[in-house]
């Protein structure tokens, strides 16, 4: 990577501001998942043993540029201060007088976390006077450790780091690009992605773009019907874009061009009615009746992605295979999670994102045998697209003059 990383900076006696992603959920004021608070532990730890005053700035929900008392922070910085088993100081105010006095008042390996940046309208225009404001509360040190938050150009992420001196990658915004980075530009290969989910529109960049580079692709969920009813194919009542479906042939085409192994389901489940209990049976993609939709990916399609799952030395899965939210139709998911487990077992390199693909590894239990969880749903699937993340590009090249 060539931005800076915390290795560069020093940051002893200095406040540092560090952009991350407290956007937990809440239930009574309570954080009721932790994850994303664990996932910054390591950036924190670090700040903490070089000697750092830690200013922590986060979003959470979508407060529209005001203060509501439920996307408050508060309880991040008490569910923080439990797992480190350190004083976390909190900021009601975000910019100005009292956070630059609390800023201050910091001793070394000392952290304040800052109220919601989003409770102030510049922070979503990536203003520039509320940047300014939020670069007042550190001396010239900032790091980025919310992946998630980095595909937007927003000021806590973007404009704050006009106007520092050093702008560097945490620890986890360096493990995201370490390995989402590698599979883009040199993967150990065969690398097989896996794409799933209801919509093409949403993925038909990543489509491209992982075309471009993947040897293999594997489409399930919602999306692989606009593509089967490119090839003509009956998919009655099965999710499908209409203005995507002359894409979807396109993008067929050129795969078979190059002998791209693009893979569509050959089965699915398939059922009358979008709900838990519907009757449900298996049939071939040719066989889809009118009246019938498709909410998973059949036993056939399972065997042959696991075939080609099992053969691959770089894994990017993106997307639920079907409605796995419902039992009935949760199978080809669980099953393409236990496929690339066995593939990584196996000393394949594998990158889960995207919230539904991360709770099926979850779920089917094999969340510590994946290389790489993203936490960065829409982050990760842009950068798969090939877009540069603003908050990636706001940091300081290697190289460049503190
Ligand atoms: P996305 O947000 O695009 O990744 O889509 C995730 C959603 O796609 C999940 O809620 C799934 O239930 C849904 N989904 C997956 N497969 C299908 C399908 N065959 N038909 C309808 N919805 C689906």
Redesign the pocket.
């Known amino acids: 990577m060539n931005k800076l990383t915390m290795d560069d900076l020093d940051l002893r006696g200095k406040r540092v501001f560090i952009r991350v992603d407290f956007n937990v959920p809440l239930k009574d004021g309570v954080v009721t998942d932790d994850t994303r608070i664990r996932e910054t532990l390591p950036t924190l730890r670090l700040a903490i043993a070089k000697g750092g005053r830690i200013v922590l700035a986060s979003h959470l929900g979508r407060p529209k540029g005001a203060p509501e008392a439920k996307y408050s922070l508060l309880p991040a910085a008490k569910k923080l201060e439990e797992i480190l088993g350190r004083m976390v100081e909190f900021s009601p105010e975000t910019v100005g007088g009292v956070a630059e006095a609390r800023s201050r008042a910091l001793a070394d390996g000392e952290i304040l976390l800052l109220e919601n940046v989003r409770f102030y309208p510049g922070e979503e225009k990536n203003d520039e006077v509320f940047s300014k404001q939020l670069a007042a509360l550190c001396d010239g040190l900032y790091i980025c450790d919310a992946f998630g938050s980095a595909h937007r150009a927003h000021a806590s992420v973007a404009g704050i780091t006009r106007f520092v001196k050093q702008a560097a990658a945490g620890r986890l915004m360096e493990k995201e690009l370490e390995y989402l980075g590698k599979a883009l530009t040199n993967p150990a290969r065969p690398f097989v992605a896996i794409l799933?989910?209801?919509?093409v529109s949403?993925k038909i960049e990543v489509v491209e773009n992982l075309m471009k580079v993947a040897d293999a692709m594997l489409i399930g969920?919602?999306?692989a019907?606009t593509f089967l009813k490119a090839q003509g194919l009956p998919i009655g009542k099965?999710?499908v874009e209409a203005d995507k479906v002359e894409l979807a042939a396109r993008l067929l085409a050129e795969a078979k061009s190059r002998n791209f192994r693009l893979m569509l389901p050959l089965d699915h489940v398939v059922a009358a009615e979008?709900k838990a209990d519907a009757l449900n049976h298996a049939c071939g993609v040719a066989e889809t009746a009118a009246e019938e939709?498709?909410?998973?990916i059949g036993p056939r399609s399972i065997a042959a992605y696991a075939a080609e799952i099992s053969r691959a030395k770089t894994i990017v899965w993106n997307?639920?295979?079907?409605?796995?939210?419902m039992p009935a139709f949760a199978r080809g998911t669980l099953e393409v999670a236990k496929a690339v487990a066995a593939a990584t077992d196996a000393g394949a390199v594998s990158v889960v994102g995207?919230g539904?693909s991360v709770a099926a590894v979850h779920q089917s239990g094999v969340a510590g045998r994946i290389s790489h969880i993203s936490t960065g749903g829409g982050a990760s699937l842009e950068f798969l697209a090939g877009r540069k993340l603003p908050g990636v590009e706001a940091l300081t090249d290697k190289g460049r003059a503190a």
């Open positions: 799933g989910g209801a919509k949403d969920g919602g999306m019907y099965s999710l979008f939709m498709g909410l998973d997307g639920p295979m079907g409605v796995f939210e995207g539904d």
